[in-house]
């Protein structure tokens, strides 16, 4: 299976129509892979906050519609990374597009945990409460967004749904960028699952982006790891690795279930 993520840069000095084209172009353009998959709120940025509101879009809005039809262009799987989502209620969510390659919507997925502790996205937009898997035609999906990557029990979950593949947006800074690849290695390793992480690079609100996508095997081994620029990150592998390391080392079958909870 072949997976690109396009780690886009997400700058103030272009707009977010003309950013919207780009990649829309450069989805085109990743004709014959299997699975393309874009950062969290590329759009505005994840730490824009402003740009939240003023850019934020209905469910099927200008990026939903660009997106389906690049992936059905291409005929490739999508995951469009996060757009900031109003729902009709008024709330914004943070919320995942992933795509079919004919362009239908195969799922979306409206972030858990929101990043910023008393501001930011965490006061701005409301937190999502499912677990989102998608069946591709060679591996399941579970799909997590960012900050999403610090709770290992959200992918346990996924884990118990079926998943043998994260994938992962984001927009995470560079100064905890350490922070970012250990835990997609960890993700990854505890999970026996592949890991396709997928960064923004660029400069907005001030906030230097770490970019160094990454794509991990169930193994922990890291197949693939960008740069800090914009980059378009290539990477081959076979979903059958996941059996065949939890057949190996069976380390999922000795869980004990139910420590996350006190107990007496
Ligand atoms: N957009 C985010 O979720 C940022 C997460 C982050 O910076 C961190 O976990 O550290």
Not at 229 to 245: H, K
Request: proline residues 6%; glycine residues 10%.
């Amino acid at each position: 299976m072949r997976a690109s993520l396009l780690q886009v840069a997400v700058n103030e000095d272009e707009s977010v129509d003309s950013r919207r084209r780009r990649v829309a172009a450069l989805v085109r353009d990743q004709a014959g892979t299997d699975l393309v998959v874009l950062p969290e709120l590329w759009t505005t940025g994840a730490f824009a906050y402003e740009g939240f509101g003023t850019e934020a879009e209905p469910l099927e809005g200008p990026t939903y519609e660009a997106m389906a039809k690049a992936a059905s262009e291409a005929g490739v799987w999508l995951h469009a990374g996060s757009v900031p989502e109003r729902d009709p209620d008024g709330t914004l969510y943070n919320t995942s597009l992933v795509f079919s390659p004919s362009g239908e919507l195969a799922a979306s997925y409206r972030k858990i945990h929101r990043f910023g502790f008393d501001k930011g996205e965490a006061v701005l937009m409301g937190a999502g409460e499912e677990l989102v898997t998608v069946r591709l035609p060679d591996t399941v999906v579970g799909v997590a967004t960012c900050y999403d990557l610090r709770f290992p029990e959200l992918f346990r979950g996924l884990v118990d749904a079926g998943a043998e593949t994260f994938v992962v947006p984001a927009g995470w800074p560079e100064r905890r960028r350490a922070h970012w690849t250990l835990l997609a290695r960890a993700r990854a390793v505890e999970n026996q699952a592949f890991v396709l992480a997928c960064g923004t690079a660029g400069t907005h609100a001030g906030v230097p982006q770490a970019g160094h996508s990454v794509v991990v095997d169930p193994w922990g081994e890291v197949l693939a790891e960008a740069g800090p620029g914009e980059e378009v990150l290539t990477v081959d592998f076979d979903p059958a690795t996941v059996a065949g390391t939890r057949d190996r080392f069976p380390a999922l079958k000795d869980r004990v279930l139910g420590l996350d909870r006190p107990r007496r």
